[in-house]
């Protein structure tokens, strides 16, 4: 192999390494890039989460006076029975008493 055969077939081997180099990354680069469609669906998804997260915690927020309301509600109508039951149990005991006035009254 004379000098010359030597300097083409290292050009061809060169090549062939250039081009094989070349195509590799383009198929890296097809088939690794991200599409705009997929970023814009990506920021949509994230949008779309962020809104659900707000309402969830508006909703919970909603929840917690809710039951606090319905707590405060229930306690007053809790004091409100007790009351009603001490003044019903009173009125009894004033019946009974006044029936037993009534009765030694009628006796004598």
Do not use: P
Not at 43 to 64: C, F, K, N, P, S
Not at 94 to 105: C, F, M, V
């Amino acid at each position: 192999m004379n000098r010359t055969e030597f300097i083409v077939a290292t050009a061809a081997i060169l090549f062939v390494s250039f081009c094989l180099g070349w195509f590799s990354h383009w198929l890296i680069h097809r088939f690794g890039k991200v599409r705009q469609t997929d970023v814009d669906e990506l920021e949509r998804m994230g949008r779309e989460l962020h809104e659900a997260e707000e309402t969830r915690d508006q909703a919970i927020t909603y929840l917690q006076q809710r039951e606090a309301e319905l707590t405060n509600q229930l306690a007053q109508t809790e004091a409100e029975l007790s009351a009603a039951m001490e003044g019903l149990r009173e009125a009894r005991a004033e019946a009974e008493d006044l029936r037993d006035y009534i009765d030694t009254q009628r006796a004598t």
